[in-house]
Structures are given as C-alpha cells and as structure tokens.
C-alpha cells in the first residue's frame, strides 16, 4: 500500500543523518528520511547551492515522498531514500 504524505508536510533537520519527514500507511505512522548526500547530490546536478539542503528537499519533495513510498512497499521499516534513488550520476 502506497504511504500517504503528512498533511501538516512538517520535517525535522537532524544534522547528523539527513531530513527526516512522517508519512501515513492508514492510520500508522512511518518515519522516513532522506539522506544529506541524496539532497547535496541533488543541488549540485541541479545547479544549485549544495549546502542548502532543506531547498533541495522542497524542490523534490513529491519525488522523495514517491521513493520513500517505493522503498517502504519494498520491505523497509524506516525509509531512506538515497543518492542514487534521487539522482541519475550515471
């Protein structure tokens, strides 16, 4: 079952891993993060400042809530969308 996004969209900054952001399987809530090299990787294909990753993260956020969703129908309890899962560097 696909997650839903949280409709009060909030994310939480955590310095050390990435940008981490609730999503809703029905009524269960699921705690999903996006890694900071995923978001810097991002930026700088992008053309933009790499140090500014919570721009990153609202440029792609329907891309990264689509991941997150992926990978959690894939079996993960705490999705984490990755680099390679948010930018071609092929």
């Known amino acids: 079952m696909p997650l839903q ?6 994310i939480v ?4 891993s990435g940008i981490l952001f609730a999503m809703f399987d029905g ?8 890694e900071w090299g995923a978001l ?5 294909v992008d053309g933009d400042d790499e140090s500014d990753a919570r ?4 440029r792609h956020r329907e891309k990264i809530y689509a991941i997150a969703s992926q990978n959690y129908d894939a079996g ?3 999705p984490c969308v990755t680099t390679y899962q948010l ?3 092929g």
């Open 5 to 10: 996004p949280d409709r009060l969209a909030q």
């Open 13 to 16: 900054v955590d310095v050390s």
């Open 27 to 34: 009524d269960k809530r699921v705690v999903c993060e996006v």
């Open 40 to 44: 810097t990787d991002r930026a700088i």
């Open 55 to 58: 721009a990153a993260f609202e």
């Open 76 to 78: 993960e309890k705490w």
């Open 87 to 89: 930018t071609d560097l």
